[in-house]
């Protein structure tokens, strides 16, 4: 089998390049990122996925939220376009499989924002969270419409040390762990205090998308699903930190990010998941502080 990854030197492709090779040993990997494929191109796009004989594409290339308020033109290219390029591609050339991962930023106003529950009204109000509903819809239409096999998780914010943050509202999480380990006690909060969103450990992701792309076809009763591990708010990450011997305090200086913060679910349901296809969480907000600090102090 042979395996493309776009975006392979963001937060999740840095982890999953390496994680697909140790789950498909007898698999071919292209890693690929801006520098060596521009997702907006549609005719490199399908060049390379026809001349690699690719069956199974993991779509990760993305403008995250606050990126995405500063270039909107930019987000929806990328993001949009991108993945219909894919599509198309895969389309045309016989792939067997296509992850693109959504986001909770496809919520927005109008829905229950505690135990945001799969299936309810996606009003966003960022581009970023634009790009990820009309995304949505696309997979749905090429499943429906040409049965390509396309799939798809609502992650909210990963927490990881390896994979660079790329400028999405959670970020702050992995700023104030990376500055705790590294021994800076005063950290700068651009959410403020009592945001509570929902988060996910990187190691969480991964399995996720593993056994999510390894579930029977006929097991999945809808296209994108919810997935979560813990909520949590700036407060809570500063006490978890202290509860484990590093000494940190927040002042908080909210920015635009917080508009978009106060867009998203503060709790996520992901019963649909579990039921469907076995999807778990393992590590909870003291876990997921316990190993990132141990992370971030052995890169010191």
């Known amino acids: 089998m042979n395996i493309l990854i776009t975006g392979a030197k963001g937060q999740i492709g840095t982890e999953?390049?390496?994680?697909?090779?140790?789950?498909?040993?007898?698999?071919?990997?292209f890693s690929t990122d801006i520098d060596t494929l521009d997702v907006t191109d549609a005719s490199k796009v399908d060049q390379f996925i026809g001349d690699n004989s690719i069956s199974q594409v993991f779509h990760l290339a993305a403008l995250l939220s606050g990126v995405g308020e500063r270039s909107p033109r930019k987000t929806f290219d990328v993001n949009l376009l991108g993945s219909l390029n894919i599509l198309e591609a895969s389309r045309d050339r016989g792939v067997l499989q296509?992850?693109?991962?959504?986001?909770?930023?496809?919520?927005?106003?109008?829905?229950?924002?505690?135990?945001?529950?799969?299936?309810?009204?996606l009003r966003p109000l960022s581009m970023y969270g634009v790009t990820k509903v009309a995304g949505e819809v696309l997979h749905e239409y090429y499943t429906s419409r040409y049965g390509l096999d396309v799939r798809s998780l609502r992650f909210p914010g990963i927490l990881s040390s390896r994979g660079k943050p790329g400028?999405?509202?959670t970020d702050y999480a992995i700023h104030m762990l990376a500055q705790a380990a590294q021994g800076e006690p005063n950290f700068v909060s651009f959410l403020k205090q009592g945001t509570r969103l929902p988060f996910l450990h990187i190691d969480d992701v991964l399995e996720g998308i593993v056994t999510f792309m390894n579930a029977p076809r006929e097991h999945l009763s809808r296209r994108v699903y919810n997935v979560t591990g813990f909520s949590a708010a700036p407060e809570d990450f500063m006490f978890a930190i202290q509860k484990?011997?590093?000494?940190?305090s927040v002042t908080y200086e909210p920015d635009f990010r917080q508009a978009i913060a106060?867009?998203?679910p503060r709790s996520i349901n992901d019963t649909r998941a579990r039921k469907d296809w076995g999807w778990r969480s393992q590590l909870d907000?003291?876990?997921t502080t316990l190993r990132l600090l141990k992370d971030f102090s052995e890169d010191l």
């Open 285 to 287: 907000l003291e876990e």
């Open 262 to 264: 106060d867009q998203w």
């Open 16 to 29: 999953l390049v390496p994680f697909l090779g140790r789950s498909y040993p007898d698999s071919q990997i």
């Open 98 to 121: 296509v992850f693109i991962p959504s986001s909770i930023a496809v919520f927005g106003r109008d829905y229950p924002r505690d135990n945001t529950p799969n299936d309810t009204v």
């Open 244 to 248: 484990h011997g590093n000494p940190i």
């Open 167 to 169: 400028g999405g509202t």
